[in-house]
């Protein structure tokens, strides 16, 4: 189980979370959305460490990881995928799998692995992680790493950023057949609609406070409705 107790963080006097306080179960499928630059994306970073909070604590299976660094945190079983997945010169797909184990995987190994997020690992071992590469494949490519891994929690920021529509409509099919098989949580920083159906639970984030935390049903409707409201009011504006 993961827990936020009383996070707070600011930069360039703005205060960008401001006593955060969350938990989530084990072996659950959260998506946090909200308004963009209300701390979405920086609470996903907390958890992986790539931030530190000004205060509060952050708790992994009921241990304190707030002081811990990123290797701590991943070899404690946390998995991250950035929004734009990195590029790594002169290494392929294959080498990335063997890195994200932690050992030399078999041809089979690799092809469930690549299976699980849509590819086929004919086509893609021997491909270099570079801009021969489609956003929609680094994406899958980078998920697929996560799987490998086997974190008991999975983070993924933004993931639909910077695909089109054929791409991501293939990886809301990843992330249900993840939901339906990984042991551990997923954690998914999304303000897509179809991303949110599939959740267990939703995460409501706004101006760096938690606005609502419940299942889909209760959230989403007031959520769509909020947003439909607030695109009337700027129609009528102009």
Same mark, same amino acid.
């Given at each position: 189980? @993961?827990?936020?107790?009383?996070?707070?963080?600011?930069?360039?006097?703005?205060?960008?979370?401001?006593?955060?306080?969350?938990?989530?179960?084990?072996?659950?499928? /959260?998506?946090?959305?909200?308004?963009?630059?209300?701390?979405?994306?920086?609470?996903?970073?907390?958890?992986?460490?790539? #931030?530190?909070?000004?205060?509060?604590?952050?708790?992994?299976?009921?241990?304190?990881?707030?002081?811990?660094?990123?290797?701590?945190?991943?070899?404690?079983?946390?998995?991250?995928?950035? +929004?734009?997945?990195?590029?790594?010169?002169?290494?392929?797909? #294959?080498?990335?799998?063997?890195?994200? /184990?932690?050992?030399?995987?078999?041809?089979?190994?690799?092809?469930?692995?690549?299976?699980?997020?849509?590819?086929?690992?004919?086509?893609?071992?021997?491909?270099?992680?570079?801009?021969?590469?489609?956003?929609?494949?680094?994406?899958?490519?980078?998920?697929?790493?996560?799987?490998?891994?086997?974190?008991?929690?999975?983070?993924?920021?933004?993931?639909?950023?910077?695909?089109?529509?054929?791409?991501?409509?293939?990886?809301?099919?990843?992330? #249900?057949?993840?939901?339906?098989?990984?042991?551990?949580?997923?954690?998914?920083?999304?303000? +897509?609609?179809?991303? @949110?159906?599939?959740?267990? +639970?939703?995460?409501?984030?706004?101006?760096?406070?938690?606005? #609502?935390?419940?299942?889909?049903?209760?959230?989403?409707?007031? @959520?769509?409705?909020?947003?439909?409201?607030?695109?009337?009011? /700027?129609?009528?504006?102009?």
């Amino acid at each position: 189980m @993961l827990e936020l107790k009383d996070v707070c963080f600011a930069r360039g006097g703005k205060q960008i979370l401001d006593k955060v306080n969350l938990k989530i179960d084990d072996k659950k499928f /959260v998506v946090i959305t909200g308004p963009n630059g209300g701390g979405k994306s920086t609470i996903a970073k907390m958890i992986m460490g790539i #931030e530190k909070p000004d205060s509060g604590k952050i708790f992994f299976n009921g241990e304190d990881i707030t002081e811990k660094s990123i290797s701590e945190r991943a070899n404690m079983g946390i998995g991250f995928a950035f +929004q734009q997945p990195v590029r790594f010169k002169g290494i392929t797909v #294959e080498d990335l799998m063997d890195l994200s /184990v932690g050992r030399k995987t078999n041809f089979v190994e690799k092809c469930d692995i690549l299976s699980s997020v849509g590819l086929c690992s004919k086509d893609y071992l021997k491909r270099e992680i570079n801009s021969s590469l489609s956003g929609g494949e680094l994406k899958r490519i980078e998920i697929a790493t996560v799987v490998a891994r086997g974190t008991s929690l999975s983070i993924f920021d933004e993931p639909e950023a910077g695909i089109d529509l054929w791409s991501f409509n293939n990886l809301i099919e990843v992330f #249900e057949n993840m939901s339906k098989t990984i042991q551990g949580s997923i954690v998914i920083i999304s303000h +897509q609609e179809r991303i @949110l159906n599939i959740a267990d +639970q939703v995460i409501l984030i706004e101006k760096g406070k938690v606005k #609502e935390i419940g299942n889909k049903d209760d959230i989403l409707p007031n @959520l769509l409705n909020s947003t439909t409201r607030a695109c009337s009011r /700027v129609k009528e504006a102009k």
